[in-house]
């Protein structure tokens, strides 16, 4: 079955793949070129639908030979396209194992130490800056601050005279944040964590306690968003524990849910949808179920469950998870802002885009994403997100030019957005070697702006 002439192998898709060097994107490219759905490849090679989708994504290695050998086979892959052959052609190199840090960090590009350097450079830019109306500290590298703060606190302090203002500021961090300036956001956290901590110890329970565990929580998003998600496994549980001590239900679902992502970045997808899940069906038992506030939190568990489910391959629990956030987005009327959480009718589509692509679906990514105003996005952040994921969308599609022009999309609504992604620099990389964009114009100086040597 290894024909090096079947046209398949001059498709646009699949020369992109191959240049990539990613073996799953190369398995999921033929596996399309031959019209083949993920249960059919499964079938072929005795693995489950989940299975082939977590390996076609990178969720699971592709180190296996005998994995590779049954994927070579079942897709006429020739051998040495996957690295199993040592022959003079061109072969394609296998990911090295993923890092170790209390959990199996997910295996892509949020743990490339490439990525870290470049967020730390371009963080070191903020120093002097205003934060929040209060200057930063001296530290050139704020997330560097932020690690000390959480894995070093200093001693416990006096109730500080900020206690008053704590509150505005909690929720000033948050609106920087959902402004797509994720930057700021890490260099207002070390001042605003031990205010938080001071004021829980002088008065546990209650709003001090849950504006720490909001901070906590803030603190877990920003560091998703960054990659360092073994400090974010810090955070999650942190936030946990305050979350609960505040006695607050809607501050502990929040927390829960920031805890589902980590979980899932962790390689626990199933744990995270169990506990995401079990979270929104103790909301539903609340009373206060119908109020704006708690559907868009319980909304927002349900949309986290089913995009958690469709980067397991599960697409009926997928699609029956977000039609019942749809249904809450309807009970809301508009989209809202609640727990500085974007939820409603766009929120819940902008789920749908991410869902279809993590399915491997990306034409019906783009399908979805074309039906949405994207002036009517609630937030900054997620304006970024909305592009970030078209231009995901458009390279698992083959579409590169479609994708530049996606990510310079995301650039112009949050810089942050790409300038601190890993994935991003992975597309962008990709870009730059295929032979139908590598020529487009200002690519080479995006490259360089968001950490890649063109």
Known sequence: MDDVTDPIWRSGPVQAALASGDLGAIVRAVREAHHLTLAELGARCGYSTSTVSRLETGRQPLRDVKVLRSLADALGIPAHLLGLADTGARTVPIPSPAARVRAILRPDEETDPMRRRTLLAGLGGLAGSTILGTPTAAAADPLAALEATLLDPPPTAPVPEALARLGRDVAAAREVFQQGRYARVAAALPRLLPTAIAAHTHRPGGQHTAQLAELYTLSTELLVKVGHDHLAWTTADRALQAAYASGDILTAATARRAWGMVLRRAGRA?????????????????????????LAVYGSLLSTAAYTAATSGDRDTAHTLIGEATDAACRIGGDTNHRGIAFGHTGVDLYRISIARALGDPGTAIDIAARINTAAIPTIERRGQYWTDVARAYHQWGKPEHCYRALLAAEAATPDEVRHRGHIQQITGTLLRHPATAALPGLRAFAGRVGIDA
């Open 270 to 294: 199933e744990t995270a949808h169990r506990l995401v899940i079990d979270t929104a069906a103790d909301l539903q038992s609340e009373s206060g179920r119908d109020n704006a506030e708690h």
